[in-house]
């Protein structure tokens, strides 16, 4: 058994899917994992491979041009969930695409595809979960925003703010994963690592505005006390998201 390694980046992977596509050895014989690999198993051999722009993009190009547009919109969704075996699951999708073109998404009852389709749906719930529940807090000139996703949706998410608030300065920060998407005014908003240093300064900053206690006002206030029912509020709102969310605190 060949198990190829790489890092959670989607350029990785694709780099990783690239690689073990070009290989020739039997596709029951190759399996493709997420790194850190904690133990390795015996008689497999383990290789790494390093991300590679060039290689990404032309695994990008094939799927969008040889499957379909939608079944790369798929491979990035499921590529951004926390399941641990998502890179493999991309490699066995992609294998059968490019053998059936682009009917592949339509062919629900082949495990490769349900498998994509189940991971992909999660991130997707996940980054509309995040268009309603995420909650800014003016600092300065900047709003701040602080989500912990479970999924890699934070890209997902602020394409939605990008297209609402398009002529403001705003900063959107996973704090499980240390990334934030920036937004400078009028301007397309790009993805960055933080340092730890960067981003306990961005907590203590985003404590509150003139705004958080009239928003919490508002959220008492238009509650109905008789009406309350916390079990439904949990169904639609989870407690995990509540963390950042200001009407909470």
């Given at each position: ?10 350029e990785e992977?694709?780099?990783c899917?690239?690689e ?5 050895a039997?596709?029951d ?10 133990q390795?198993?015996?008689?497999c ?14 695994m990008a ?19 951004m ?33 349900a498998?994509i ?7 997707a ?8 529940f995420?909650?800014f807090v003016q600092?300065g ?7 912990e ?16 608030m ?10 499980r994963?240390?990334?934030a998407a ?8 790009y ?10 300064a961005?907590?203590?900053m985003?404590?509150?505005d ?5 928003w919490?006002e ?7 006390e ?9 169904g ?13 605190h």
């Amino acid at each position: 058994m060949i198990v190829y390694t790489c890092g959670e980046s989607f350029e990785e992977m694709l780099t990783c899917v690239y690689e073990a596509l070009q290989s020739r050895a039997a596709r029951d014989q190759v399996r493709l994992q997420l790194e850190p690999v904690w133990q390795q198993e015996m008689f497999c051999e383990y290789m790494h491979v390093d991300g590679d722009n060039v290689r990404a993009k032309q695994m990008a190009r094939a799927i969008r041009e040889k499957i379909s547009y939608e079944a790369y919109r798929q491979v990035y969704l499921a590529a951004m969930s926390y399941k641990e075996e998502r890179l493999d699951a991309i490699y066995r999708f992609l294998d059968l695409g490019f053998s059936v073109g682009s009917a592949l998404t339509d062919m629900l009852a082949r495990p490769e595809v349900a498998w994509i389709l189940e991971l992909s749906r999660k991130s997707a719930n996940e980054a509309s979960y995040f268009r309603e529940f995420t909650r800014f807090v003016q600092v300065g000139k900047v709003y701040v925003a602080h989500i912990e996703p479970k999924c890699n949706v934070t890209a997902v998410s602020a394409e939605h703010f990008a297209d609402r608030m398009p002529s403001e300065y705003w900063i959107m920060l996973d704090d499980r994963r240390g990334i934030a998407a920036v937004h400078p005014k009028d301007r397309p908003f790009y993805m960055t690592v933080l340092t730890e240093r960067e981003q306990n300064a961005l907590r203590e900053m985003a404590r509150g505005d003139i705004y958080t206690d009239l928003w919490k006002e508002f959220f008492r206030s238009t509650g109905i006390e008789k009406r309350k029912n916390e079990k439904c509020q949990r169904g639609h709102m989870p407690l995990w998201y509540r963390k950042h969310a200001t009407e909470f605190h």
